[in-house]
């Protein structure tokens, strides 16, 4: 805690709380099933394990440091900690949600990939892939899940559920929305009996992408 301006950890405390209580209120997170991660420097503050998010208060702040060693707080970090360690060792991200989102969670038991059904995929850098299943809390579920990840912000976790990192707490909590609502759309196409959805190319997603790039404010 000594590299730490307090105000700046209490600030992005309050707003990882706004998240996790906003992830609840949208219906991608019931109960305590989810959590949220938010990077200040060499400190991650994090949702306490099983705490539901409307009791949590600007004392209940929990940090660690990238090692996963407790450095803030009395709480117990969530158990998922190993995920959310495992995206800021290996990325850039300033933020990450992890959801048990239902229709997403759905997909992740049904494909590898979630179809091209629509170019929203290029808000999470292409089409999303499943990481392959192992218990919640492992080093292997991170290790799948770093590997679904790759030039991606967001994946399934198989028969699980969702992760998504970004720059900002708004920008990962926007993706897991679109990874739900594009999940939600694919099971919607997909369940009309005798047809199946026309999928969007490769190339067709490399158009969007491009596009996404200049027009400044994506999504
Ligand atoms: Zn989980």
Do not use: F
Not at 47 to 72: F, I, N
Not at 134 to 162: F, I, S, V, W
Not at 184 to 211: C, H, I, K
């Amino acid at each position: 805690m000594t590299h730490q301006h307090p105000e700046s950890v209490d600030h992005a405390w309050r707003d990882l709380v706004g998240t996790a209580r906003r992830s609840a209120a949208d219906g991608l997170v019931v109960g305590t099933s989810g959590n949220v991660s938010a990077r200040v420097g060499e400190l991650v503050l994090v949702t306490p394990s099983g705490v539901p998010y409307d009791r949590l208060g600007p004392e209940d702040a929990v940090g660690v440091d990238l090692a996963g060693r407790q450095v803030l707080g009395a709480l117990k970090p969530t158990s998922e900690l190993p995920l959310h360690l495992a995206v800021y060792r290996s990325t850039g991200a300033a933020a990450v949600v992890h959801t048990h989102a239902v229709h997403a969670t759905a997909v992740s038991t049904l494909v590898t990939e979630v179809p091209l059904v629509h170019y929203a995929a290029a808000i999470l850098g292409g089409p999303v892939r499943t990481a392959a299943y192992a218990r919640y809390g492992t080093p292997e579920l991170a290790e799948a899940m770093l590997e679904a990840l790759r030039d991606r912000t967001g994946c399934l976790l198989a028969n699980h559920g969702t992760v998504t990192y970004g720059d900002t707490l708004d920008q990962a909590y926007e993706r897991t929305a679109q990874l739900e609502w594009l999940c939600r759309l694919w099971l919607t196409a997909s369940s009309v009996p005798g047809r199946t959805p026309a999928l969007l190319d490769e190339g067709q997603l490399a158009e969007v992408t491009q596009a996404l790039k200049g027009y400044g404010q994506p999504g």
